[in-house]
């Protein structure tokens, strides 16, 4: 059964870190490129990072540029997003995203709140 299982969001103040985790089983996890996205109420669904698969190669949203980092273990089947300096704008429920050619997976996702 596959699943993407995501983890580390909550609360936290403006300026302030999170560390997002997703946690693949149930197909190869080397063999996808993963992403993570965001969406807020009312709002389609934004992409935030992507990482590829060997190699790493990363790349970002310009609203988190600078400030998040996307990171793979694939030995622990295994994405993260370091989300630093978070601003109320980055308020969200953050999604990871499996892709290889025709097939994709996505999590539950995880709620991301920045306030003071």
């Known amino acids: 059964q596959v699943q993407l299982v995501e983890s580390g969001g909550g609360l936290v103040q403006p300026g302030g870190s999170l560390r997002l985790s997703c946690a693949a089983s149930?197909?190869?996890?080397?063999?996808?490129?993963m992403r993570w996205y965001r969406q807020t109420q009312g709002k389609e669904r934004e992409w935030v990072a992507i990482i590829t698969t060997i190699g790493g190669i990363t790349n970002y949203a310009d609203s988190v540029k600078g400030r998040f980092t996307i990171s793979r273990d694939n030995a622990k089947n295994t994405v993260y997003l370091q989300m630093n300096s978070l601003k109320p704008e980055d308020t969200a429920v953050y999604y990871c995203n499996a892709i290889h050619l025709s097939t994709e997976y996505w999590g539950r996702g995880t709620q991301v709140t920045v306030s003071s």
């Open positions: 149930g197909f190869t996890f080397s063999s996808y490129t």
